[in-house]
């Protein structure tokens, strides 16, 4: 298990641009699949996107394509989100979270209960 805390979230005007953070303790951080989730009021929460372990690999789901870039850093046990043309609609609290099955189980086969979670940082996109 790792220990996960989100920073970064925020307020923005639609069509802006928000990077959120998640710094993971611990020095296995490398053996590790990386992912963001969300959850709007009243919703299910939702996967996001999805990084392997050495970063080569990412997954979004398709609402996220082309706007949302996941990073990771472990050399810095951090992962990113970097979310640029933002819609009203990713209005939610993401959370990151980290697993060690495979990737494509946990990614591609869009499990939802990954071993370790963060807190969550509220992001809120104003139309």
């Known amino acids: 298990q790792v220990q996960l805390v989100e920073s970064g979230g925020g307020l923005v005007q639609a069509g802006g641009s928000l990077s959120v953070s998640c710094a993971a303790s611990?020095?296995?951080?490398?053996?590790?699949?990386m992912g963001w989730f969300r959850q709007a009021p009243g919703k299910e929460r939702e996967f996001v996107a999805g990084?392997?372990?050495?970063?080569?690999?990412?997954y979004y789901t398709d609402s996220v394509k082309g706007r949302f870039t996941i990073s990771r850093d472990n050399a810095k046990n951090t992962v990113y989100l970097q979310m640029n043309t933002l819609k009203p609609e990713d209005t939610a609290v993401y959370y990151c979270?980290?697993?060690?099955?495979?990737?494509?189980?946990?990614?591609?086969?869009?499990?939802?209960?990954?071993?370790?979670w963060g807190q969550g940082t509220q992001v809120t996109v104003s139309s």
């Open positions: 611990g020095r296995t951080f490398s053996m590790y699949v």
């Open positions: 979270a980290a697993d060690q099955e495979p990737f494509s189980t946990l990614v591609v086969g869009r499990k939802m209960t990954w071993g370790s």
């Open positions: 990084i392997s372990r050495s970063g080569s690999r990412t």
